[in-house]
């Protein structure tokens, strides 16, 4: 079974540039996280799908982060104009299902490297 | 407001012995708890949930243990060898919502031949 695939792997901008991040979950996997996870600290949750809609976006600052997930399968994630703290790891996870089904485990891909230069 | 804590300072032991490595957790009650293992460079992987019925759940070498009162969940690791080197994570549901979960921020742990 193909894992969650996310790319690039590394990104260097600079500061005020946008960029973008490009998430595949496993097949067949209704729910999507986006994590940031800052140097010593734990994954922090950005934004969660279900399917295709929004869940919970209340750490998601929007007047820089955008992400949406179309079709309910591939998701994108993007930041603009970025900050320098704003250089961290994104994470993508995703799961067979969300809501209600409180127990499920997550899979996270490799992550994304940003850094705001 | 909710808290996650897990030990801050890196766990050297010797290879052989067991592992221990706790996550404290204050004003709420989860409904679970998950155990997580993240090697450098790479996202997290899954390793064991508990519910908060249960005492104790193993997994191979691995054995946690959830105790609702103490508000504390312990990780061990028996027979330890340097592979199990990594950092490792517990995250539970904030009381806001069942579905997502909150990290702690992970203590790193490693085995020494």
């Known amino acids: 079974e193909a894992g969650v695939a996310q790319s690039p792997r590394y990104k260097i901008i600079e500061k005020r540039q946008s960029v973008a991040f490009w998430c595949n979950p496993i097949s067949g996997h209704a729910t999507l996280y986006w994590y940031q996870q800052i140097l010593g600290q734990g994954p922090k949750l950005l934004i969660q799908?279900?399917?295709?809609?929004?869940?919970?976006d209340s750490q998601l600052p929007k007047d820089r982060f955008s992400a949406e997930r179309l079709k309910g399968v591939d998701s994108t994630l993007k930041i603009q104009p970025a900050k320098l703290e704003d250089s961290a790891v994104y994470l993508c996870?995703?799961?067979?299902?969300?809501?209600?089904?409180?127990?499920?485990?997550?899979?996270f891909g490799p992550g994304t490297r940003l850094t705001v230069l | 407001s909710q808290k996650i804590e897990q030990n801050s300072e890196a766990l050297n032991i010797q290879e052989g012995k067991t592992a221990t490595l706790t996550c404290n957790y204050t004003?709420?009650?989860?409904?679970?708890l998950q155990w997580y293992r993240q090697d450098p460079g790479r996202g997290p992987v899954f390793l064991l949930l508990i519910r908060e019925n249960e005492k104790e759940k193993r997994k191979e070498r691995l054995k946690v243990t959830f105790d609702t009162t103490l508000k504390q969940s312990l990780f061990h690791i028996t027979a330890s060898q340097p592979a199990d080197s990594a950092t490792y994570l517990c995250a539970l549901p904030p009381y806001s919502s069942a579905s997502k979960i909150i990290f702690g921020s992970g203590t790193r742990l490693s085995i020494r031949p």
């Open positions: 996870a995703s799961s067979l299902v969300g809501g209600l089904a409180v127990y499920n485990e997550q899979f």
């Open positions: 004003n709420y009650s989860p409904a679970y």
């Open positions: 799908f279900q399917n295709n809609g929004v869940v919970d």
